[in-house]
């Protein structure tokens, strides 16, 4: 009987282990299926109703935030504002697509946009340092008379991101939208892509901030800062190329099924109204609720200038003159950073001082893309949340300010929205 009993010890494991086996062989040969994917870095933001405008009296008397109750859907939204090392991903991606073009695919005067099926394969394998590489890699370079100390490095200004897309906006207006060949609204736009790094002297005439424009935006203790002289243009691009290829951002290219089903995009201003109040049914004036700016032990709520000639705010050992690295400061209601303070942040509406008269009460929004030959004061967009530079008042939620479309500063960055379809089963 004991004999018989060691024979069934062995049976059984082998048995099961062939089962597993079979399983895990059947299981290899189902094709996998889309999965709702959100995406890690965002929160979702549940929709609802709110008072969008003031939470207390304007300074300056301008009459340009007036209170409206308003309804917004549901969105996702970053959790923090684009960081350096996170916009570098789209200025490396357009680098390595002009680079795949001008060694693997005859040039990069091509004539589709740069959203190109890229063999990222290949990618990895080029080798900047071969002299035959640096060769058919000129036309990216710098010319030889802007190189410093003889140094090959790839001329900046070349880094320009070419898209293709469809001016849904200008189909609606159409009588007959539909009726009209789609190529009557497609769009071509080329768009450089790297930041201005000269904003930090440009805007500070008699300050000393060469190190930030040497060091801010390309080294990496940098990283998990905001990124910031970035043009509402190039957080637009940002968001269309991040739309089309957000396994690239997630650091897995060609991974189809990492991709995020789902349209980046900078939220329209009064969705940053609504996430930037954190869910709170009060009219607050701040992401955090409380009327008041500093804790308890007098720390800042908030990266932004306290006092005139005083940027740390009566703690040097925790704050800082410039932008500090995001998530420095307490979460609001929704899980967002730095909402108030740090960056201020593009929206994707239009600045017009009596917008809020007319705009709608579900969803509302006021967008125009205006051309390089507009007037100027149609190229005005709408920021939000203040800055390190800014005092209190303009980092309240409520607050309105604007800058240009097409202008880049150190104090303004931005965060992405996203539209995702429902969960399905």
Sequence with gaps: MIKNLGIARFKFPFLMLTVLLACVFIQARKPRKAVWRPDPNMVEIKGGAF???????E????????????????FWMDRTEITNEQYRRFVNYVRDSLCYLALYAGGINQSEDTMIKVDWAKVRRIN?????????????LLSPDNRIQGRIEIDPNKLIYKSIY????????????LEQPIGKYVVTQNQPVYPDTLVWMRDYSYSYNEPQTRLYFSHRSYNDYPAVGI?????TAFCRWRTNNSDYYAGRPGRADLKIDGIYRLPTEAEWEYAARGGLQTNVMYPWGSPNTRTKQGWLLANFKPGRGDYFGGNPSK???YTMKVESYPLNGYGLADMAGN???????????????FIGDMSPDLQFNAKDSDPVSMKRKVIRGGSWKDIAYNCQVSTRNYEY????KSYIGFRCALSMTPKTR
Excluded: C, H
Aim: proline share 1%; aromatic share 10%.
């Design 166 to 177: 469809v001016d849904l906006k200008a189909a609606a207006r159409a009588s007959k939208g």
């Design 128 to 140: 900047y340092g071969s002299k035959a590489v640096i060769e058919k890699l000129n036309e990216l």
């Design 343 to 357: 960056a201020a942040e593009w929206t994707s509406s239009v600045f017009y001082e009596g917008g809020y008269n």
């Design 59 to 74: 300074v300056d008397m301008a009459m340009i935030n007036r209170k409206k109750l308003v309804s917004v859907p549901a």
């Design 51 to 57: 008072y969008l405008g003031a939470s207390d009296e």
């Design 231 to 235: 043009t509402w243009k190039q957080a």
């Design 319 to 321: 704050d800082n003159i």
């Design 405 to 408: 479309q097409d202008t880049a």
